[in-house]
């Protein structure tokens, strides 16, 4: 895959959108369309399993999450906002002028706002891009999940 391509996939911070919950085009998104389909109107099977089958009495709050999943639409983080409130990346990378925040003089500093987990993946992610490069980073980390 081409960089240009790779660019509509991996966010700045380096993390896939495509593997994302709330990604419009993501697998997840599809998945849980493709299941809420597969599941049709199941909500009178679950209540009718709950009296000898307890786990389906947890089936209305399966059924809100799977609603939310299948309805997030985020374009991704190049092309709308990000969906994590403080994302510090989401405005630096243009102000930088720079594809991924490995690229930046700067690189890592405290701008991303992220956690500690975060940021600790945020920092091996954009290491390990500068390390093989983005095209053999992308091979590397296509069918993993993100999370």
Known sequence: MEYKDILNILAPCGLNC???FANSEGGIRKTSIKLQDLLGSFDIY???FS???PIFKKYPSFKSLLTYLAEENCPGCRKGSCLYPDCGVRDCYKEKK???CFQCDEFPCEKSNFDEHLKQ???QINNRIKEIGIESYYQEIKDLPRY
């Open 18 to 20: 495509y593997k994302c």
């Open 46 to 48: 679950a209540e009718r």
């Open 51 to 53: 009296s000898f089958l």
């Open 98 to 100: 720079v594809d991924f």
């Open 121 to 123: 993946r945020w920092i």
